[in-house]
């Protein structure tokens, strides 16, 4: 059985960081792309940052671009999402999630990730 746990959210100030962790199982992680996004009520999961397999050349959404860092220890099983500056707006649910196809390119849709984790909540206040 396919599992992904978040872990790591919480309540920030703005301008402070937060560092997510997403733990798998029942996977082959080491093979599979991995990526993050987020939601609020009443909108649609936007993408955040996503990284390959063999953890090269990660994509981020362009309102975390300089702000937020993909990294993953495939030794441990575990994506991690580092977040800085953080500001209200990233106030959100936030969720891993493992593509289907480590050999595409790197997928900023969620139709294109198969597993999902239960999310964690991430709370800035002003």
């Known amino acids: 059985q396919v599992r992904l746990e978040e872990s790591g959210g919480g309540m920030v100030q703005a301008g402070g960081s937060l560092k997510l962790a997403c733990a798998g199982s029942?996977?082959?992680?080491?093979?599979?792309?991995m990526g993050w996004f987020r939601q609020t009520p009443g909108k649609e999961r936007e993408f955040v940052a996503a990284?390959?397999?063999?953890?090269?050349?990660?994509n981020y959404g362009d309102s975390v671009k300089g702000r937020f860092t993909i990294s993953r220890d495939n030794g441990k099983n575990t994506v991690y999402l580092q977040m800085n500056n953080l500001k209200p707006g990233d106030t959100a649910v936030y969720y891993c999630?493992?593509?289907?196809?480590?050999?595409?390119?790197?997928?900023?849709?969620?139709?294109?990730?198969?597993?999902w984790g239960q999310g964690t909540q991430v709370t800035v206040s002003s």
């Open positions: 990284i390959r397999w063999i953890a090269t050349n990660p």
């Open positions: 029942g996977l082959t992680f080491h093979q599979k792309n």
């Open positions: 999630a493992s593509a289907a196809n480590p050999f595409a390119p790197l997928s900023t849709s969620a139709r294109d990730y198969t597993y």
